[in-house]
Structure formats: structure tokens, C-alpha cells
């Protein structure tokens, strides 16, 4: 599975970057809204994330019509190779998903909550898919298991083109593991949620023990 980073924070994305596990970025209006982001630079920053991630950077169109997800979605492709257009799944966005795609531009269905959603994304051309996790367990339903029955249609077919899953509303750890488990394709990871997976107390003891018996050797 790889990893991508779900933030706009330009720090973040260079961390996780620095770590060398970093494949791609995803950004969302509220992800933007969220650093501060303004209109005007909405483009700029776009541009800046490509320079630093040499991978998929999914940048949200806004429209709600298939001729406006279009033309944003054309001005966002012309930012850099490397921008996938984000593109919600409703008939509009399917639509504007066909036109795009035809065109060579990577589409990312975002907003993608079950399996049917996901198998009419692909045949629209979406090149990623990215249904959502947490907000299923916010309404206390088993997210996981939604995400596990997409990526079972999904794999069910060839549709002509190359389809991958990104796991997405990753709140946990444990979220990460369950989506390697079923084999999603890439998992989109909060910077907060990565550096948590780092994280084990084993890890923490064991360092310790060694730097005290190393100390120890050096001082025998
Ligand atoms: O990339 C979009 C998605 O990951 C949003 O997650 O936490 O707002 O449900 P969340």
C-alpha cells in the first residue's frame, strides 16, 4: 500500500516527504480552508505542493455543473503533470469524469461512500477512487467494511484502464491497518495519523535499554 498525505500544510507535506514515504498528497477545500488559504493563492499553492511531492497531488474542483467541473478541472491539470482533478460523486461530477478522462486528465472521485458509487466511478474513467472511512464511524456505521466491500467489487473487474483505491477519512492507526489488510491500493493519511503509526512504546522501552547499556559499554 502507499502512502499519500490528506493535508494542505505545506510543513507537512515536506516532513512527510523528508521521511521518504510520502506518494502523493490529497487536499480538500476544508483542508485548505483549514492553513488559511486564500482564493488567490489557491493555484500557487497547488504548484508549490507539486514541486515538493514528485506524485499524484489531488486538487478539489468546486462546481457542482459538468461544464464548470470541467473547466476547473482543465485549469487545475494545467497547474503540473502531477495534478489529479478531485471530482465529487454525483452525475454531474460522473460526467464530467468521462469528459476529463478522455481528455488524459486523472480524475480522483472523492466523497465515495459505497461499493455501486465506486464501480460507476470507474467506468466513468476516474483513475482514483477514494471512499471515506471515518465519517461512517461518525454516524456509527462500520467504515471499514464499506471500504472493504469497495475494493472487492472493484477488483471483481478490468476496466480498461488502471483504477486504484485511495482509503480515505483515515482517522487511525488501526484504520491504516485494516485498509493494508484488504489490500487497498493507497491510504490517505492525516500528517497527525503518520506520525502515530510510528509510534510504538516497545520501541520507546527497547531504545532506552539500548542507549543505557550502550552508555554502560562506553563508560566500562
Ligand atoms: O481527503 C478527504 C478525506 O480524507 C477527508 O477526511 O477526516 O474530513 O473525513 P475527514
Given at each position: 500500500m502507499?502512502?499519500?498525505?490528506?493535508t494542505?500544510?505545506?510543513?507537512?507535506?515536506?516532513?512527510?516527504?523528508?521521511?521518504?514515504?510520502?506518494?502523493?498528497?490529497?487536499?480538500?477545500?476544508?483542508?485548505?480552508?483549514?492553513?488559511?488559504?486564500k482564493?488567490?493563492?489557491?493555484?500557487?499553492?497547488?504548484?508549490?505542493?507539486?514541486?515538493?511531492?514528485?506524485?499524484?497531488?489531488?486538487?478539489?474542483?468546486?462546481?457542482?455543473?459538468?461544464d464548470g467541473?470541467v473547466?476547473?478541472?482543465?485549469?487545475?491539470?494545467?497547474?503540473?503533470?502531477?495534478?489529479?482533478?478531485?471530482?465529487?460523486?454525483?452525475?454531474?461530477?460522473?460526467?464530467a469524469?468521462?469528459?476529463?478522462?478522455?481528455?488524459?486528465?486523472?480524475?480522483?472521485?472523492?466523497?465515495?461512500?459505497?461499493?455501486?458509487?465506486?464501480?460507476?466511478?470507474?467506468?466513468?474513467?476516474?483513475?482514483?477512487?477514494?471512499?471515506?472511512?471515518?465519517?461512517?464511524?461518525?454516524?456509527?456505521?462500520?467504515?471499514?467494511?464499506?471500504?472493504?466491500?469497495?475494493?472487492?467489487c472493484?477488483?471483481?473487474?478490468?476496466?480498461?484502464?488502471?483504477?486504484e483505491?485511495?482509503?480515505a477519512?483515515?482517522?487511525?492507526a488501526?484504520?491504516?491497518?485494516?485498509?493494508?489488510?484488504?489490500?487497498?491500493?493507497?491510504?490517505?493519511?492525516?500528517?497527525?495519523?503518520?506520525?502515530?503509526?510510528?509510534?510504538?512504546?516497545?520501541?520507546?522501552?527497547g531504545?532506552?535499554?539500548?542507549?543505557?547499556?550502550?552508555?554502560?559499554?562506553?563508560?566500562?
Amino acid at each position: 500500500m502507499k502512502f499519500f498525505v490528506d493535508t494542505a500544510d505545506l510543513r507537512e507535506i515536506e516532513e512527510a516527504a523528508s521521511w521518504g514515504v510520502c506518494a502523493g498528497v490529497t487536499t480538500n477545500p476544508t483542508l485548505y480552508q483549514r492553513i488559511g488559504g486564500k482564493l488567490a493563492d489557491f493555484h500557487n499553492h497547488v504548484k508549490r505542493i507539486c514541486e515538493i511531492v514528485d506524485g499524484p497531488v489531488s486538487a478539489e474542483s468546486v462546481a457542482l455543473d459538468r461544464d464548470g467541473i470541467v473547466r476547473e478541472g482543465e485549469e487545475l491539470a494545467s497547474l503540473h503533470r502531477n495534478v489529479v482533478v478531485k471530482i465529487p460523486t454525483i452525475t454531474e461530477g460522473l460526467a464530467a469524469t468521462k469528459i476529463l478522462s478522455e481528455q488524459g486528465i486523472a480524475v480522483n472521485m472523492t466523497l465515495c461512500f459505497t461499493a455501486p458509487q465506486a464501480l460507476l466511478a470507474a467506468r466513468a474513467g476516474a483513475r482514483y477512487i477514494s471512499p471515506f472511512v471515518g465519517r461512517f464511524d461518525d454516524i456509527s456505521e462500520d467504515g471499514i467494511e464499506h471500504l472493504s466491500n469497495t475494493v472487492n467489487c472493484l477488483a471483481n473487474y478490468d476496466f480498461g484502464h488502471e483504477v486504484e483505491v485511495i482509503a480515505a477519512s483515515i482517522r487511525s492507526a488501526n484504520h491504516v491497518l485494516q485498509a493494508a489488510l484488504m489490500g487497498a491500493d493507497i491510504a490517505t493519511v492525516p500528517f497527525k495519523v503518520l506520525e502515530q503509526l510510528m509510534k510504538h512504546p516497545l520501541t520507546d522501552r527497547g531504545l532506552e535499554s539500548f542507549l543505557a547499556d550502550w552508555e554502560k559499554v562506553r563508560n566500562a
